[in-house]
């Protein structure tokens, strides 16, 4: 089975920056569609960023031009650098998996949180 495991959340300043990583394990990380959800207390979980079926990148509008998504295929990590931080992104931060060839086969993180506050 696959083990999703984040790290890299915490306190930051409005402004701020941090950088998510998550660590892949189990199965084969190539035929996975990676990305970054977060969910902040009394809302909804919502899609921050992944890789399309395509390759392609997707950011949620309110994060664009701030956050990069990344990943690193040979050491099976994904990465979320998050610039210019706003309280509004305090949230925990979770990493996602989706197998390309069956959807019923999905895998969460245990979750990071971020905090961006003064």
């Known amino acids: 089975q696959v083990q999703l495991v984040e790290s890299g959340g915490g306190l930051v300043q409005p402004g701020g920056s941090l950088r998510l990583s998550c660590g892949f394990s189990g199965s084969i990380f190539s035929i996975y569609a990676m990305g970054w959800y977060r969910q902040a207390p009394g809302k909804q979980r919502e899609l921050v960023a992944d890789f399309t079926s395509g390759g392609n990148v997707n950011y949620a509008d309110s994060v664009k031009g701030r956050f990069t998504i990344s990943k690193d295929n040979a050491k099976l990590t994904v990465h979320l650098q998050m610039n210019s931080l706003k309280p509004e992104d305090t949230a925990v931060y979770y990493c996602?998996?989706?197998?390309?060839?069956?959807?019923?086969?999905?895998?969460w993180g245990q979750g990071t949180q971020v905090t961006v506050s003064s």
């Open positions: 996602h998996a989706r197998n390309y060839y069956a959807d019923r086969y999905q895998y």
